[in-house]
């Protein structure tokens, strides 16, 4: 309060210095996943060179069993350096220099194009199963949907790839994720704090926090049942689910401080 009565100007660090970054912690049981992986990485190893001399002695085998393995290793190799399918370097502290933004991250076309691959490997070696052997009718009941869902999947991340529409966008009100054929906006007041799981083998990470309206419209769904929160991102737009989940908090913290500021002045009362 100045001496004439009236409000002195305010100030926020947020106005003059980007927010305290965290850095994210690190899952639980880190170590004792990747030795598991690494072992993983190295039978599929060896039966890739099994594979390789089936294919030289004529084994009709030897090419699916090359395959099959020979995803499971590139799987590996994937989990243990995953930086190799990072494309954006930068880290959060860099991008909030961007706020208020827009800022639009896109994903990867190069991990879209990988992945693309790997389903497409998995579907091909079921369906080569069930089109070459013998097996019984239990096992084809299993198997023929799982063809099915990975020959699709691999499709629709070719279809994402060439599309280039996979996206998210970064704003004073909140961010947008947009997909190939639609998008969802959801406001920084209604969202929690980000924070990076581990989920299981299959999917290792996760982004997930709260988003009050999906609490609003009771659709949580099975997202609460399985990371125990209503919301995930599954994407990381190129960055590690770390440098997002940390860019996302950072920006988050900015809009909602500079929100009590706003609210504060007589005028917007």
């Not at 966008?169 to 190939?180: A, H, N, P, S």
Request: proline residues 5%.
């Amino acid at each position: 309060m100045g001496d004439n009565g009236r409000l002195g100007p305010i100030h926020s660090p947020s106005m003059t210095q980007p927010p305290t970054l965290h850095t994210a912690q690190r899952p639980p049981r880190r170590k004792r996943t990747s030795l598991l992986v690494y072992v993983c990485l190295i039978i599929s190893l060896v039966f890739v060179y099994l594979g390789t001399e089936m294919i030289r002695d004529g084994a009709e085998a030897g090419i699916p069993v090359t395959l099959f393995f020979g995803i499971c290793a590139a799987t590996g190799v994937l989990q243990i350096w995953p930086q190799l399918l990072q494309r954006d370097s930068r880290s959060a502290a860099t991008m909030l220099v961007r706020y208020p933004g827009p800022l639009e991250l896109k994903a990867a076309k190069g991990k879209l194009l990988v992945f693309s691959l790997l389903s497409a490997g998995f579907g091909g070696v079921i369906l080569w199963m069930l089109l070459h052997e013998s097996l019984p009718p239990l096992k084809q009941l299993i198997l023929w949907p799982g063809a099915a869902f990975f020959l699709f999947g691999a499709v629709m991340l070719l279809v994402r790839a060439a599309k280039n529409g996979t996206s998210l966008r970064l704003g004073r009100d909140g961010f947008e994720t947009q997909q190939v054929w639609n998008g969802r906006t959801i406001r920084w007041q209604d969202t929690s704090e980000f924070s990076v799981i581990n989920v299981s083998r299959a999917v290792s990470k996760l982004i997930v926090f709260d988003d009050a309206a999906v609490e609003r419209a009771g659709t949580m769904g099975l997202n609460r049942h399985f990371v125990g929160r209503n919301s995930s991102l599954g994407e990381t737009y190129g960055l590690t689910h770390e440098a997002l989940a940390e860019l996302l908090n950072a920006w988050r913290k900015r809009a909602l401080e500079q929100d009590a500021i706003f609210t504060r002045w007589p005028d917007n009362q």
